[in-house]
């Protein structure tokens, strides 16, 4: 059973950074693609980037250049560091994981199998 846990909302003052982490449990190995996703309240929830099986990268355009999204397999840990952050950033994170590639998918949520439960990120202008 694939279960995922984020970590490192906050509230943050325009301008600022934070990271956040998700830690995966139950993966069988490391052919999983993971995304972050985001939904702000009254609003439908969007992919912000995505990390596939090979390494492979994708970005929304709202947040290309700012934010950026790592793993760290050996410690089925995905990241994603948020700078110059926006009120418009604000919104619940999401950590997803879908068993083998995203590929064109990887921004898209019907894509992806498994989710966190979130973790709040505020920003002030």
């Known amino acids: 059973q694939v279960q995922l846990e984020e970590s490192g909302g906050g509230s943050v003052q325009a301008g600022g950074s934070l990271r956040l982490s998700c830690t995966a449990s139950?993966?069988?190995?490391?052919?999983?693609?993971m995304g972050w996703f985001r939904q702000a309240s009254g609003k439908e929830r969007e992919g912000v980037a995505g990390?596939?099986?090979?390494?492979?990268?994708t970005y929304a355009d709202s947040v290309k250049g700012r934010f950026t999204i790592s793993r760290d397999n050996a410690k089925n840990t995905l990241y994603l560091q948020m700078s110059s952050l926006k009120p418009e950033d604000s919104a619940m994170y999401y950590c997803?994981?879908?068993?083998?590639?995203?590929?064109?998918?990887?921004?898209?949520?019907?894509?992806?199998?498994?989710w966190g439960q979130g973790t709040q990120v505020t920003v002030s202008s």
């Open positions: 139950g993966f069988t190995d490391s052919s999983y693609c």
């Open positions: 990390t596939d099986t090979d390494g492979t990268t």
């Open positions: 997803a994981a879908r068993w083998n590639r995203c590929g064109w998918g990887r921004l898209l949520k019907t894509w992806y199998s498994y």
